[in-house]
Protein backbone atom coordinates (compact mmCIF):
# COMPACT_ATOMS: atom_id res chain seq x y z
CA UNK A 1 0.00 0.00 0.00
CA UNK A 2 1.45 3.40 -1.03
CA UNK A 3 1.76 5.82 1.63
CA UNK A 4 -0.89 8.83 1.18
CA UNK A 5 0.28 12.36 0.01
CA UNK A 6 0.48 13.85 3.67
CA UNK A 7 2.26 10.87 5.02
CA UNK A 8 5.29 11.98 2.51
CA UNK A 9 4.96 15.53 2.92
CA UNK A 10 5.52 14.16 6.26
CA UNK A 11 8.17 12.16 6.09
CA UNK A 12 9.83 14.91 3.65
CA UNK A 13 9.33 18.22 6.37
CA UNK A 14 10.75 15.24 9.14
CA UNK A 15 14.02 14.41 6.93
CA UNK A 16 14.62 18.25 6.37
CA UNK A 17 14.40 19.40 10.17
CA UNK A 18 17.00 16.69 10.72
CA UNK A 19 19.42 18.07 8.29
CA UNK A 20 18.75 21.39 9.71
CA UNK A 21 19.08 20.73 13.06
CA UNK A 22 22.31 18.97 11.72
CA UNK A 23 23.69 22.25 10.43
CA UNK A 24 22.75 24.19 13.67
CA UNK A 25 24.57 21.75 15.45
CA UNK A 26 27.25 21.85 13.25
CA UNK A 27 27.52 26.09 13.63
CA UNK A 28 26.97 25.80 17.43
CA UNK A 29 30.00 23.67 17.28
CA UNK A 30 32.09 26.17 15.07
CA UNK A 31 31.06 28.91 17.55
CA UNK A 32 32.39 26.92 20.54
CA UNK A 33 35.36 25.98 18.83
CA UNK A 34 36.62 29.87 18.16
CA UNK A 35 35.47 31.01 22.22
CA UNK A 36 31.72 32.13 21.23
CA UNK A 37 29.73 31.69 24.87
CA UNK A 38 27.17 29.51 24.33
CA UNK A 39 24.46 32.05 26.04
CA UNK A 40 25.97 34.39 22.75
CA UNK A 41 25.65 31.80 19.91
CA UNK A 42 21.88 31.01 21.86
CA UNK A 43 20.84 34.51 21.17
CA UNK A 44 21.94 35.31 18.31
CA UNK A 45 20.22 32.12 16.57
CA UNK A 46 16.84 32.57 18.53
CA UNK A 47 17.28 36.52 17.17
CA UNK A 48 17.82 35.55 13.25
CA UNK A 49 15.36 32.42 14.11
CA UNK A 50 12.60 35.48 15.01
CA UNK A 51 13.45 37.87 12.44
CA UNK A 52 13.18 35.39 9.63
CA UNK A 53 9.74 34.04 11.32
CA UNK A 54 8.40 38.00 10.89
CA UNK A 55 10.07 38.18 7.70
CA UNK A 56 7.37 34.86 6.71
CA UNK A 57 4.69 35.07 8.56
CA UNK A 58 4.42 38.61 9.95
CA UNK A 59 4.56 39.71 13.69
CA UNK A 60 1.17 38.14 14.39
CA UNK A 61 2.19 34.98 12.82
CA UNK A 62 5.45 34.91 14.86
CA UNK A 63 3.22 35.80 18.25
CA UNK A 64 1.84 32.57 17.38
CA UNK A 65 5.04 30.06 16.86
CA UNK A 66 5.94 32.00 20.23
CA UNK A 67 2.87 30.72 21.86
CA UNK A 68 3.62 27.17 20.85
CA UNK A 69 7.05 27.32 21.44
CA UNK A 70 6.19 28.38 25.34
CA UNK A 71 3.74 25.47 25.25
CA UNK A 72 6.31 22.91 24.55
CA UNK A 73 8.97 24.36 26.60
CA UNK A 74 6.54 24.05 29.02
CA UNK A 75 5.58 20.26 28.22
CA UNK A 76 9.61 19.54 28.40
CA UNK A 77 10.08 19.61 24.86
CA UNK A 78 13.18 20.87 24.96
CA UNK A 79 14.37 19.96 28.33
CA UNK A 80 18.24 18.32 28.57
CA UNK A 81 16.78 15.67 30.30
CA UNK A 82 14.04 14.29 28.38
CA UNK A 83 14.15 11.07 27.02
CA UNK A 84 12.24 10.03 23.49
CA UNK A 85 11.46 6.47 23.77
Known sequence: ME???NEIDDMIVHEKT???LEYQNEAWADGIA???E???IADAAF???MR???R???E???EAVLESLRSRMLAGEFSPERRVQ
Open 3 to 5: PRR
Open 18 to 20: QAA
Open 34 to 36: DGI
Open 38 to 40: PEI
Open 47 to 49: ALA
Open 52 to 54: ETI
Open 56 to 58: IHG
Open 60 to 62: NGA
